[in-house]
């Protein structure tokens, strides 16, 4: 009979051989390099100007179609852009501002209108101010 006396013991914890190969390991996370870090942005304002052919139902009805806005929020803001001659609708990204622009454009005329309306309010967008 041979003894050997410096032979490792396994023990009831340790993980054998084939236990390990098992094992699996999740991998690294790639590092972002500072130009690859996500960008917001750019804010814009969709501005709605002012003149004299549209009436304040008119405004009332295109921001509640076009914006989803309360009739209470149109109201104030038609009486923003009559006093003032402008109102900030919305700020967003460009690609919406220029969606948003387009629609109030496109509205067409105010039918209560006691003038000559002959098509929408004019509307602009601009760079937010942060």
């Known amino acids: ?3 050997v006396l410096n032979a490792p013991r396994p023990t ?3 993980p054998r051989p084939q236990q390990m190969a098992d094992t699996i390991t999740a991998p690294a996370l790639p590092k972002l390099r500072p130009e690859e870090r996500t960008r917001r942005q750019p804010p814009y304002n969709v501005v709605l100007l002012n003149d004299d052919d549209h009436t304040f ?3 009332i009805t295109m921001l509640q179609q076009l914006f989803g806005y309360p009739r209470e929020k149109g109201f104030l803001m038609a009486c923003e852009v009559d006093a003032t001659g402008r109102v900030i609708l919305l700020t967003t990204t460009k690609e919406h501002a220029e969606l948003k622009r387009d629609q109030i454009h496109a509205f067409g005329p105010d039918p209560l209108s006691s ?5 929408s309010m004019s509307s602009i967008i601009e760079p937010a101010m942060d």
């Open 115 to 119: 003038k000559e309306c002959m098509g």
């Open 12 to 14: 009831p914890h340790a």
């Open 57 to 59: 139902e008119y405004v």
């Open 1 to 3: 009979m041979t003894i």
